[in-house]
């Protein structure tokens, strides 16, 4: 069993942590005991994964930003930061950014995500078909062409997009008659389902490009 103490925290904490199973499993309890510091510590001690790491960190970073004020937020805000920035795995590290945008409003420090003007973002969502006015309705862009762009909120917007289409073309279909007896009203539901998928599929296409960087 791993005893680890957490020193420098402007946290009032002493006792000792001791391993769980999963890291999910023991974010979910130290976070339910509110033990932020602990659970900063055992995100420090794991190895970072795509997977349950990643999970964790967006809960601590999630309910610390939500519970914790003054020093302590302050405190963390800097413990998870370090995270990202530690991180080798180029990929993982770009989504723990987007992670931490999401948690703290804040992108962390380093050029982490890759930087866009407004003109190149124009060019590569044109590429999706999807021009500069749908971008203006869902995201923040600049007021000049040539200024760079807020990759992390464009990002998220993008996604957060995807996911609306995604949802509205499954209430669409939802309750509508089987496949071989399907009355005018709930063939048209179908073609509407069929515009919401595309829609989120060139959203989130568009959101893996800027995230990886392509030009």
Request: aromatic share 6%; glycine share 4%.
């Amino acid at each position: 069993m791993a005893i680890v103490a957490v020193q420098n925290s402007p946290f009032a904490t002493s006792s000792p942590i001791a391993d769980y199973t999963r890291i999910s499993d023991d974010a979910a309890i130290l976070l339910k005991r509110q033990d932020f510091p602990k659970a900063l510590n055992v995100l420090q001690r794991r190895a970072p994964d795509a997977r349950r790491w990643r999970w964790a960190f967006r809960k601590v970073s999630q309910s610390s930003e939500h519970q914790l004020i003054g020093s302590k937020q302050q405190w963390m805000r800097s413990g998870l930061e370090e995270l990202v920035t530690a991180v080798g795995d180029d990929p993982l590290k770009r989504e723990l950014a987007l992670d931490y945008r999401i948690a703290t409003g804040a992108n962390p420090t380093g050029f982490i995500l890759p930087m866009y003007t407004a003109r190149e973002l124009w060019r590569i969502a044109e590429s999706f078909g999807l021009p500069m006015e749908y971008l203006s309705h869902v995201t923040l862009l600049p007021r000049h062409i040539d200024e760079a762009v807020d990759t992390a909120r464009v990002i998220i917007d993008c996604r957060d997009t995807a996911q609306a289409h995604r949802d509205e073309a499954r209430r669409l279909v939802e309750g509508i008659a089987p496949i071989d007896a399907v009355p005018l009203h709930d063939q048209l539901a179908r073609v509407a389902a069929d515009a919401q998928r595309d829609a989120a599929a060139r959203w989130r296409a568009l959101a893996q490009r800027l995230i990886t960087g392509q030009r």
